[in-house]
């Protein structure tokens, strides 16, 4: 399969993915190979534009740059854009991220969740921050240069940087790294502060929707799995740190270690059926040399011969990642709400009559499953 950068197109089955500052449109030909266009939307005119002039000097453009044209589908490369050497280094790595990315999920059949993933990211909208006066003026986080400068924040999100898929950030400031006090001065262009949208125990409620479907978590799956499997002789956080470490693969002794009795521990891990789901998953590792996760995502773990407790937990991770995803981009299009950033489970959004609050929305990837969220502003404790 190879990538093209084109000026005209003429897509079959068109999948319109919005990229950073571009229009991107991704489609299938009658090879099956898929074609990517561009239109750039800057002062500058389209990429095709300044990566078609030939004749000039390619000296601020290194061998590896040059590389990542022709597989770009630019065979006869001696150009020079019309933009600064950076951001031409800079959009030639976005770009190839993204052929990589969208390369690797068709080959995989796993394009139609991406590409809902990928136009979620790169729809966030630009944000702003609130000054404030530093402790030590001497010693500036990213986000006070960010509110000295006055300038709105953009972040871009990589899917592919992990195994599992789960995000970091590609460029701007670390948004999955802000502690609350740094999340508390995340401002809408208006200057109000966003709100945060935060989903309940996700990880959790992939893993027992999909072992235990008959176990309802009501308003807290941490207390309903204390009552369910430990007669509620748990507190909440000991009864929490020990389902969080079962979609981690923690083992039976570490779980007893936690608090947790040995004989709800074993109800627990039986009834959840994961010694039948890693042994499932490892032979699927053994024939294809990869193990494809409840969103359909393939997961190809660093160790060819991982514990099983890694692949429940690749296994997991991987389908959060694309539920989360999912929920963010359904509320944000029900709510007309406007998204500009992510820190794993949780979206910070901004919009009309967004008030505190506990909703549910349910996962179509997920056959329906459901999951809980909560509402509150930034500046909330």
């Given at each position: 399969m190879g990538f093209n950068l084109g000026s005209t197109l003429h897509p079959s089955h068109p999948l319109?993915?919005?990229?950073?500052?571009?229009?991107?449109?991704?489609?299938?030909?009658?090879?099956?190979?898929?074609?990517?266009?561009?239109?750039?939307?800057?002062?500058?005119?389209?990429?095709?534009?300044?990566?078609?002039?030939?004749?000039?000097?390619?000296?601020?453009?290194?061998t590896g740059e040059l590389k990542m044209l022709e597989c770009l589908?630019?065979?006869?490369?001696?150009?020079?854009?019309?933009?600064?050497?950076?951001?031409?280094?800079?959009?030639?790595?976005?770009?190839?991220?993204?052929?990589?990315?969208?390369?690797?999920?068709?080959e995989m059949g796993w394009l139609e969740v991406y590409t809902q993933g990928r136009g979620f990211l790169d729809s966030l909208q630009p944000f702003r921050i609130e000054p404030i006066i530093p402790t030590d003026p001497e010693v500036e986080t990213p986000w006070d240069i960010a509110a000295r400068l006055g300038d709105p924040v953009n972040v871009t999100y990589s899917m592919s940087s992990t195994i599992t898929g789960?995000?970091?950030?590609?460029?701007?400031?670390?948004?999955?790294?802000?502690?609350?006090?740094?999340?508390?001065?995340?401002?809408?262009?208006?200057?109000?502060?966003?709100?945060e949208l935060d989903i309940s125990a996700l990880e959790p409620t992939i893993l027992f929707g999909l072992q235990a479907p008959g176990f309802d978590p009501g308003d807290d799956l941490y207390d309903a799995v204390n009552r369910?499997?430990?007669?509620?002789?748990?507190?909440?956080?000991?009864?929490?740190?020990?389902?969080?470490?079962?979609?981690?693969?923690?083992?039976r002794r570490s779980l007893v270690t936690?608090?947790?009795?040995?004989?709800?521990?074993?109800?627990?891990?039986?009834?959840?059926?994961?010694?039948?789901?890693?042994?499932?998953?490892?032979?699927?590792?053994?024939d294809k040399g990869y193990i494809t996760s409840p969103t359909g995502r393939p997961v190809r773990p660093k160790s060819k011969n991982p514990r099983l407790g890694a692949l429940i937990n690749n296994f997991v991770q991987s389908a959060g990642v694309d539920v989360s995803l999912e929920i963010f981009r359904k509320?944000?299009?029900?709510?007309?709400?406007?998204?500009?950033?992510?820190?794993?489970?949780?979206?910070?959004?901004?919009?009309?009559?967004?008030?505190?609050?506990?909703?549910?929305?349910?996962?179509?990837?997920?056959?329906?499953?459901?999951?809980?969220?909560?509402?509150?502003?930034v500046t909330d404790d």
């Open positions: 319109g993915v919005s990229f950073l500052d571009s229009s991107v449109r991704i489609s299938r030909d009658a090879h099956h190979s898929l074609t990517l266009e561009m239109q750039d939307h800057g002062s500058v005119g389209s990429l095709n534009e300044f990566l078609s002039i030939w004749g000039h000097d390619v000296s601020l453009l290194s589908g630019l065979e006869q490369v001696n150009a020079v854009s019309l933009l600064p050497a950076p951001t031409l280094k800079r959009r030639l790595a976005e770009i190839s991220r993204l052929a990589q990315e969208v390369s690797r999920a068709d789960r995000l970091t950030v590609s460029s701007g400031p670390n948004t999955l790294t802000a502690t609350p006090e740094e999340r508390s001065r995340w401002r809408d262009p208006n200057g109000a502060p966003l709100i369910a499997w430990f007669d509620s002789g748990l507190t909440r956080d000991v009864a929490k740190q020990v389902t969080i470490s079962l979609c981690y693969g923690a083992t936690l608090g947790a009795s040995e004989s709800g521990v074993q109800r627990l891990v039986t009834d959840l059926g994961l010694a039948g789901l890693g042994k499932r998953l490892q032979e699927e590792l053994d509320t944000c299009a029900a709510w007309s709400c406007v998204p500009h950033a992510v820190v794993h489970d949780a979206v910070y959004i901004s919009g009309d009559d967004l008030t505190p609050g506990t909703h549910r929305e349910c996962s179509d990837i997920l056959r329906g499953m459901q999951f809980r969220f909560t509402t509150k502003s």
